[in-house]
């Protein structure tokens, strides 16, 4: 701090080379006041003062000739008048009470001369004053006019000195002001000016400013004390970046990790609920399954027994009012036993079988069986089959669960609409999509949709057994058995579709089990 | 040299001395009436007691001033008339009417009359008719006017202030001046008058004619008028405008210039006048209003001054008298 303190001081300053600059201006000026301006003032002063002398001295001359013609003519004047004045008081004089007495005449014209040479002396006496007065005044007059035209005539060569010494000043001043205007523009201003706007610059952030310290005075000093503090600057916001960058890039990879986890969670979160419903349906259906099949078992029997009456009765019977009731107990024993044998397949289903079976051909025979009913509704049908669908079970069981889908499907469309089918592979999956743009299930009952006995709609007399909510139920059982699932995917108003995913047979025969 | 002028001066002074005496004459008793107390008329008396004396004439004098009281006029006169003085003097207008009035039987000689004919004083220039005779003061307006114009050169405008009271004589030089100015020969002043009633109204009629422009203010011989002569003085102090004044004591108390005659002269003309009708050489019917050949001019520097008014030298030169002083007017 002190070695700067001391180079400070050493150093040619800032105030040092304008106080030498301000010394070689004013040492200018001198001389020019004292080249031009003094010799110009006095040439203008010495034309001025000779005609200013010749005037004074035509002045006194006139003076002088006035006073002299005028006294002469006042002489005269006087005179005259003395000589008129005294003709008429003698001719006023009443000289004949005189009666011709010539001394006493001579006396009264004598008193009168002397009364008139007293007040021609009297008034030439007040003449005269009154002449010198004037004269004095005329003098005081003409005096005052020459101080006057003299005060005119120093007026207008200070004018014309101050007008011309101005105009040259102000040239000088002007190029002394430009000249001082520059040295401060180069000396002070502009480094200044890229100081502020290095400071500018830093204030915003950016360090890469450029600063060049010119000759060694306070403003250069400055500079580099300043290019110093920003070269710290710069070394420490290089370190303070380099340790956001990692810091950053610790950031990234944790929230990578994190996401990762968190869709893992997910995934076997979503998982262990998918298991856990299947696994209560499951529970569900095997406790409805036992139920059933022991009622249903027992229910065979005796329906079974009905029927067989039932026929003989027939066999013998040709009265037709007789064999109408007796029908009809056949056909409800038929139905019955049709039902508890639904019901038995349902509580025992029967292993998959070990076929190797096409999919795709399942699902043109099952579209083959309803599109003639479709056709009575108005319903359109497309089918879209990619490729061959291999899968390993019974070719059966997996008809009539796309037969029920695809009757359900109808039954959703009573006034029309389209049934679209769809088959593909997908991984190690074989899928088989049914869609109809139907009524719908509602939300509420999705999660039930499954479930033996439910049904979104009544059965008949005429049609007993459908609608008992059997269907999804054992082809649910069904895919389930051979290894696969069933989704459903429905809303009010907007139409239903009917997922079954089956392990896809692999080009060895082999079919990998599903996790 | 003095001794030498002292010796031929003694004859000459011992001859003054004896002809002022005059030719012995016996006393007289011979009266003298003043109707106001005027500067004019006191130096005209003074002229004629000289004039009586330089006649050889003895008086024994009667003199009465009656202070503009027109009762103590007559009283005054019915007591010279009863007193049968060998001759009346009476001094200006007014007391001359009076005298023709109340006294019949007594020779009347009358001074210092301006306007003795408009006046009804005279019944003619030739004859002032019955038992007056007289002279008069009358100067003629072209001397008046040059006069005027001798101290204002540039005088286009004449104002002239002149009272009811006392303007008889006034009115007479106006009509008098008016009727020069339109000679064809005249010069052309336009005359500008104002009459006033009172003192009081000097100031405002003073004011009035500056006003108008005129280039000088005509103070005529009136009574009220010429006693306050410095109230007009006052009225046009530092304008430019001056006072001229036709009147005796006008240039001596306010105005710049005057133009008047030697009234002790005439004076000593009327006394001349009386010693014809003494001597039993003429009547009073016979002698013609007698004039002045003369008259005087004077200036004022003091009264000019105070106008801020300056005199041409021309004024001065040609002045019978000038003046550096204003003095008290006239009483």
Known sequence: MRASASAAQSGFGLTNKLALLVLAIALALGAFLALVVAPRTARAVEAGTEPLLRRSAEALESSTLEVGRTGTETLRTLIERTTAVRRAMLADLPLDVYEGDSARIGAAIEQQDTALGRRMIENVGRLAAEMDARAARRIESEVAALAEQQRQLAGAIADDLQRSSLFLLGGVAVAFLLLLAVAVHWLVVRPVREVTQAVAGVAEGRLDVALRPRGDDEIARLVRAFAGMVEQLRATRAEVESKRAALARLNAELETEVARKTAELQQALDGLRGAQKDLVLAERMASVGTLAGGIAHEFNNLAGGILGCAREVLAVETEARRREPLEVIARAAERAIDVTDKLLRFARPSPPGTSALDLGTLLREAMALVEPQARRQGVATRLEVAGELPVRGDGGALHQVLVNLLGNALQAMPGGGELAVRGWREGDEVVAAVRDDGVGIAAADLDRIFDPFFSTRGGDAATPGRGAGLGLAVSYRIVQAHGGRMQVDSRRGAGSTFTMRLPALAAGGETKEAT | ?331
């Open chain 2, 1 to 331: 040299m003095p001794l030498a002028l002292a010796v031929a001066a003694v004859p000459a002074l011992c001859a003054v001395a004896q002809e002022a005496a005059g030719p012995e004459r016996a006393a007289m008793r011979v009266a003298a009436f003043f109707w106001h107390d005027a500067p004019n008329d006191e130096a005209a008396f003074t002229g004629i007691e000289r004039g009586l004396r330089a006649a050889g004439f003895e008086c024994i004098w009667t003199v009465r001033r009656a202070g503009s009281d027109r009762e103590r006029a007559r009283q005054q006169l019915l007591e010279i008339a009863a007193a049968r003085p060998r001759i009346l003097f009476t001094l200006g207008t007014q007391a001359t009417l009076l005298a023709k009035e109340h006294v019949k039987d007594v020779p009347i000689v009358f001074t210092a009359v301006t306007h003795p004919v408009e006046s009804g004083v005279a019944e003619s220039w030739q004859s002032a008719g019955g038992n007056v005779c007289g002279n008069s003061n009358w100067i003629g307006s072209e001397k008046v006017i040059d006069a005027f114009r001798l101290a204002v050169p540039r005088l286009r405008h004449l104002g002239m202030i002149r009272s009811t009271a006392s303007g008889e004589v006034s009115a007479a030089e106006l009509r008098q001046m008016r009727r020069y100015l339109a000679e064809p020969t005249a010069p052309r002043i336009e005359l500008v008058e104002r009459v006033v009633e009172r003192a009081a109204d000097l100031p405002a009629a003073a004011n009035d004619l500056r006003a108008r422009g005129v280039e000088a203010v005509w103070v005529p011989i009136d009574h009220l008028v010429y006693q306050n002569i410095q109230v007009l003085l006052d009225a046009v102090r530092g304008s430019g405008v001056p006072l001229v004044s036709s009147a005796q004591r006008g240039a001596e108390a306010g105005a710049a210039v005057g133009v008047l005659v030697d009234y002790a002269l005439l004076g000593e003309r009327a006394a001349a006048m009386a010693r014809l009708l003494l001597l039993g050489k003429a009547t009073p019917a016979a002698l013609p209003v007698g004039t002045m050949q003369s008259s005087h001019v004077v200036v004022n520097l003091a009264a000019a001054k105070a106008c801020a008014y300056d005199l041409p030298l021309a004024a001065l030169v040609v002045a019978d008298r000038i003046l550096d002083h204003v003095e008290d007017p006239p009483r």
